[in-house]
């Protein structure tokens, strides 16, 4: 299995700024920062599970760290995310904390189970079931759930429709000894969430209950 990477900033910026000076971002960072990062790097996915280093956003907090995923089959991509974790030592009001984890999940479904009315109900009951199967204690969770249609016409008429699932959510982890959170359990649980929309088969015992979507569209090549 792969070991995570992803990539740290500091400092004010754009939202896709690469950080400067401090390529690793760890020299500033303080150290419950530094700790749950160092659990991210350490964590080991799936082999389904392919991570990417990708810009962490600068505006959202003082020092944030991030990383984005492709479940892949062969040369077939199933789903992808993006996962940020953000800190903010003085602490956020609306975090209830000092640290926030942000994540975007997409994938391509059927029509037909595009338009189920539960779907955006079902998918919101994934993420926190992700949570609460790994025994994670989390605070202020929000998001949406998005789904969209695509249909073709003119010159592009004989494309079939596509419908894609778009979760988007944040949430504040409990913070433990030394006030770092369990960073390495939410990623494994956030690729919990991912391999379940990609609609892979639970990953070890335990996890059998996973309800995954009885219909997929066809994978997507690379």
Same mark, same amino acid.
């Given at each position: 299995?792969?070991?995570?990477?992803?990539?740290?900033?500091?400092?004010?910026?754009?939202?896709?700024?690469?950080?400067?000076?401090?390529?690793?971002?760890?020299?500033?960072?303080?150290?419950?920062?530094?700790?749950?990062?160092?659990?991210?790097?350490?964590?080991?996915?799936?082999?389904?599970?392919?991570?990417?280093?990708?810009?962490?956003?600068?505006?959202?907090?003082?020092?944030?760290?991030?990383?984005?995923?492709?479940?892949?089959?062969?040369?077939?991509?199933?789903?992808?995310?993006?996962?940020?974790?953000?800190?903010?030592?003085?602490?956020?009001?609306?975090?209830?904390?000092?640290?926030?984890?942000?994540?975007?999940?997409?994938?391509?479904?059927?029509?037909?189970?595009?338009?189920?009315?539960?779907?955006?109900?079902?998918?919101?009951?994934?993420?926190?079931?992700?949570?609460?199967?790994?025994?994670?204690?989390?605070?202020?969770? +929000?998001?949406?759930?998005? %789904? /969209? &249609?695509?249909?073709?016409?003119? #010159? =592009?008429?004989?494309? @079939?429709?596509? +419908?894609?699932?778009?979760? %988007? /959510? &944040?949430?504040?982890?409990?913070? #433990? =000894?030394?006030?770092? @959170?369990?960073?390495?359990?939410?990623?494994?649980?956030?690729?919990?969430?991912?391999?379940?929309?990609?609609?892979?088969? @639970?990953?070890?015992?335990?996890?059998?209950?996973?309800?995954?979507?009885?219909?997929?569209?066809?994978?997507?090549?690379?």
């Amino acid at each position: 299995m792969a070991a995570a990477q992803g990539r740290l900033s500091d400092g004010a910026g754009g939202m896709d700024d690469a950080n400067e000076g401090d390529p690793d971002g760890t020299r500033s960072a303080p150290p419950p920062f530094r700790a749950a990062v160092d659990q991210l790097r350490a964590a080991r996915l799936r082999p389904q599970i392919e991570v990417e280093p990708t810009p962490a956003p600068k505006r959202l907090a003082p020092f944030a760290y991030a990383l984005e995923a492709t479940v892949v089959d062969g040369d077939q991509d199933l789903a992808d995310g993006r996962l940020v974790l953000l800190h903010d030592p003085a602490g956020h009001d609306a975090w209830r904390g000092t640290f926030r984890l942000v994540t975007l999940v997409r994938a391509e479904l059927e029509p037909e189970m595009a338009a189920d009315p539960l779907l955006p109900e079902v998918c919101w009951s994934w993420l926190t079931g992700a949570l609460q199967a790994r025994g994670l204690t989390y605070g202020e969770p +929000s998001g949406t759930v998005t %789904r /969209a &249609s695509s249909h073709y016409f003119g #010159g =592009l008429a004989e494309r @079939p429709a596509t +419908s894609q699932i778009e979760i %988007r /959510a &944040s949430w504040t982890p409990r913070e #433990g =000894l030394g006030g770092i @959170p369990e960073a390495g359990a939410h990623l494994a649980s956030w690729c919990d969430l991912l391999a379940q929309v990609a609609g892979l088969p @639970p990953a070890g015992p335990g996890d059998a209950s996973v309800v995954t979507l009885p219909q997929r569209r066809g994978p997507q090549s690379r």
